[in-house]
């Protein structure tokens, strides 16, 4: 099955230099929804998604799903009135050892806020679901399997003991990844797994490693429209990567 997953991370104006290329400015963040909107897409959280794939239940074929890493406060702050405009979902991945601090992983080059709980809890009732981004964003490829399970089992907990409910969904810190941590993540009881680049012929051939977009600020609307498209999934599908 092929349907787009979108992958953002900061969506505000004006990033330094180390965030530009994760950062999409608010007017193209709006000029992107507006034309799924227009184009009648069908915007469905991850957790939808993995639901009718585990079931063969049917997806409308102009499907996508949108999803953003980190956790940043821009995304409450710009992103989410977007989404709310066009009455849009979306499933954001935590960082649950930095919620309501900065990030951590980058402090070397840029300081920036991350979610604090109630904003969390507060999104999370208005049609926003929340997934795991690790404990604390290593580099998984430094790390022991030990290690690499208790940064994600550990995860899933804080981000479940703040919303009072069960989170299914997991993406890969740095994108790294391989079958033994796949196996780690469904071992910890996560339903599926998001990385950017994958081996799949299809987007979710392998739950535990679905390809995703990554949607940059130099897409204009025309590759924006590209690579949402089921020929540029195909052709992804082909080249594998």
């Given at each position: 099955?092929?349907?787009?997953?979108?992958m953002?991370?900061?969506v505000?104006?004006d990033?330094?230099?180390f965030?530009?290329?994760?950062?999409?400015s608010?007017?193209?963040?709006?000029?992107?929804?507006?034309?799924?909107?227009?184009?009648?897409?069908?915007?469905?959280?991850?957790?939808?998604?993995?639901?009718?794939?585990?079931?063969?239940?049917?997806?409308?074929?102009?499907?996508?799903?949108?999803?953003?890493?980190?956790?940043?406060e821009?995304?409450?702050d710009?992103?989410?009135?977007?989404?709310?405009k066009?009455?849009?979902?979306?499933?954001?991945?935590?960082?649950?050892g930095?919620?309501?601090?900065?990030?951590?992983?980058?402090?070397?080059?840029?300081?920036?806020?991350?979610?604090?709980?109630?904003?969390?809890?507060?999104?999370?009732?208005n049609g926003?679901?929340?997934?795991?981004?690790?404990?604390?964003?290593?580099?998984?490829?430094?790390?022991?399997s030990?290690?690499i399970?208790?940064e994600i089992?550990?995860?899933?907990?804080e981000?479940?003991?703040?919303?009072?409910?069960?989170?299914?969904?997991?993406?890969?810190?740095?994108?790294?990844?391989?079958?033994?941590?796949?196996k780690?993540?469904?071992?910890?009881?996560?339903?599926?797994?998001?990385?950017?680049?994958?081996?799949?012929?299809?987007?979710?051939?392998?739950?535990?490693a679905?390809?995703?977009?990554?949607v940059?600020?130099?897409?204009?609307?025309?590759?924006?429209?590209?690579?949402?498209?089921?020929?540029?999934?195909?052709?992804?599908?082909?080249?594998?990567?």
């Amino acid at each position: 099955m092929n349907i787009p997953i979108l992958m953002y991370h900061h969506v505000k104006n004006d990033p330094v230099p180390f965030e530009a290329s994760f950062t999409v400015s608010i007017d193209n963040f709006e000029q992107q929804m507006q034309y799924l909107n227009n184009k009648k897409y069908n915007i469905i959280t991850l957790e939808d998604l993995i639901s009718a794939v585990k079931s063969n239940e049917k997806i409308l074929a102009k499907t996508c799903v949108i999803t953003f890493d980190d956790g940043y406060e821009n995304f409450l702050d710009f992103a989410y009135p977007v989404l709310q405009k066009y009455n849009f979902v979306a499933t954001v991945f935590l960082t649950s050892g930095c919620i309501g601090d900065i990030s951590k992983w980058d402090a070397k080059y840029v300081n920036a806020k991350l979610l604090s709980k109630e904003q969390i809890c507060e999104l999370s009732k208005n049609g926003i679901s929340f997934g795991s981004h690790s404990k604390t964003h290593p580099h998984f490829s430094k790390l022991n399997s030990d290690e690499i399970l208790r940064e994600i089992v550990e995860s899933k907990k804080e981000i479940e003991g703040i919303l009072g409910k069960r989170i299914n969904t997991f993406s890969y810190p740095y994108n790294e990844y391989n079958f033994n941590i796949e196996k780690l993540v469904e071992k910890a009881g996560f339903d599926c797994a998001c990385a950017i680049r994958s081996h799949n012929r299809t987007v979710t051939e392998n739950v535990y490693a679905l390809r995703r977009i990554n949607v940059k600020n130099s897409d204009k609307l025309f590759q924006f429209s590209r690579k949402i498209s089921r020929w540029y999934l195909w052709y992804r599908g082909i080249r594998r990567r």
